[in-house]
Each structure stands twice: as C-alpha cells, then as structure tokens.
C-alpha cells in the first residue's frame, strides 16, 4: 500500500470498478465503447479507477500495486482476495472488506437503459459508478474466535471456508478462546491511535492498521508485541480489565534524513555565504 496506508485506522474505501476493469466484466465493455474524446475521458474520470481516489487522497483498500509499492503483507492479502474473488461467488470479498475497514464500495453501475441514455446524451455528464456503503465494518474490534492462518494460501481457504462468521480473526501466532471484550473509545492522530478497551478476561484486539516493522504498542504504559492479523494487519493480546492501548508509528530514518537535510542546506549556505566574501 501507498505510504499513507500506514497513517492509523483511516476509514476505507474498495473501488470495486477497477477490479471490474481489470477482469473485463461485460458491463465495463458496455460502458466504455464509445469513440475516443472528451466523452471517454470523462467516463473515466467519473470511474473513479485507481489513480483518481489515489490523486484526491482517499484511504483506499483492495486495490491493486500499480506503482509496486506494496509490503510483502500486503501482496499476500492482495493474493488471497483476488483467488477468492476469481470463484465469483455471491459476496465473495465481503469478508476482505471487513477485514479492511471498508465503510464504502465504488462499483459500476449495472448498464441499464437510464445509464445508456445519459451517456448518449452527454457522456461527460454521465456517472458510471455508485457508491455503496459497507455495514459492519469496524476500524478496530475484538475477536470472537482465532484461527491460525501459516501461509497466504491457508488464509484465502480460511476465509473462504469461514466466510459467514463475522468474528473470526486469523493470526500468525497460537489461537486462544477469546474472551468477552470491547472498545470504549479510540483517539487518532496521523500515526497513532490510543484505544480504551474493557475485557472480561484474555482477549484479542484485531486493528486495520497495515502491518509494518515500525508500528508499536503498550498496554497501560507496558510494551505489548503485535502480531500479524488477517495477513496484511495487526493484533494484540489484551489481559482482563480495562485498558488504554497506545500504538505509535515510527520511522527512526525519518529523523537522520531531517537532520542530513538540514546540515546540507547549512552547507550550501556557508558556501554561498564564503563565495561572496
């Protein structure tokens, strides 16, 4: 994912249409057989395909590596959606969505005899797309049962196999029974998220954070490791109580490349500063 993918608990959004493009659904060929111009470009635009929600600054999820760009985690989540999605089951990548805190779906409309007419009319005008929104996906939320998911080829046929349980989570670490547990209130800045939780007994948070080797977190103050959740994101282990988890993203190159900015801007300015003396 792009970088900003990072940033902590962004509501998603799946723009469905580019998955449409990509696999020649009929209806994209419908669509978009209209001779090249201004009319074609603007279907496009209105699309909304990857690079536009990209462009406008859309958090964004599911979508393919077009600029490859992409963790290894990522990859392997993309894999597993994209062979669960080949099966053209009913619902199919729903369960990706939840996963991915996708509160909105952008798909193309079906090209029915209203949208025929609009672009007949004017198909600069024209809007190609709806957009749908996603029930029951939660930016962070407990697990009501774990699996173990080894490898990206387990995990698509977990999910498959699980694709009506709306609580299971899967992790790269031993499944536990997961007690009763829930968030009272979350906090975010652009890289962190502090989470107030209350836990009947040992719990498992599941977070739609991207997993990266520069994320951390506490519990109450006290370090408590992550671990790889749903393949692309990432979880803890809360103990019975009430708590405040503190999880915090941080680049320590981000510092070294401020500061080797700064002494070469100082640079130059001394030079500039000794060539007119």
């Given amino acids: 994912m792009p970088a900003q993918a990072y940033g902590c608990l962004r509501d998603r959004t799946f723009t469905e249409g580019s998955w449409q ?10 669509l978009f057989d209209v001779p090249p111009g201004p009319g074609l470009w603007w279907l496009m635009l209105n699309s909304a395909f990857p690079e536009i929600p990209a462009m406008r600054g859309l958090p964004l999820a599911m979508e393919d590596d077009i600029d490859l760009t992409s963790l290894t985690n990522t990859d392997d989540f993309r894999q597993a959606f994209k062979g669960t999605r080949s099966t053209h089951l009913p619902d199919a990548d729903a369960p990706y969505a939840r996963m991915s805190n996708v509160v909105w779906r952008v798909r193309l409309r079906p090209f029915d005899d209203a949208l025929r007419q609009q672009i007949l009319a004017d198909a600069t005008k024209a809007i190609p797309v709806e957009i749908v929104p996603v029930p029951g996906a939660e930016r962070c939320s407990f697990a009501g049962r774990l699996e173990r998911a080894p490898d990206p080829g387990g995990f698509r046929y977990a999910v498959e196999r699980n694709a009506g349980d709306t609580t299971v989570a899967y992790i790269a670490a031993d499944p536990f029974a997961p007690a009763i547990a829930r968030v009272t209130g979350v906090r975010e800045t652009a890289n962190t998220a502090t989470i107030d939780v209350t836990a009947a007994g040992r719990a498992f948070l599941v977070a ?3 997993g990266h080797r520069y994320w951390s977190a506490t519990i109450d103050g006290h370090p ?54």
């Avoid at 405040?244 to 680049?251: H, K, S």
């Fill in 208 to 210: 739609s954070v991207t």
């Fill in 224 to 277: 408590a490791p992550l671990i790889a959740t749903n393949i692309a994101y990432q979880g803890l282990v809360v103990p019975e109580g009430a708590h405040t988890i503190a999880m915090r993203y941080r680049n320590p190159f981000v510092p070294v490349g401020g500061a080797i900015s700064l002494l070469t801007l100082i640079a130059f300015a001394a030079a500039a500063w000794l060539r007119r003396n």
């Fill in 21 to 30: 493009r990509w696999e020649a659904d009929p209806v994209v060929n419908q």
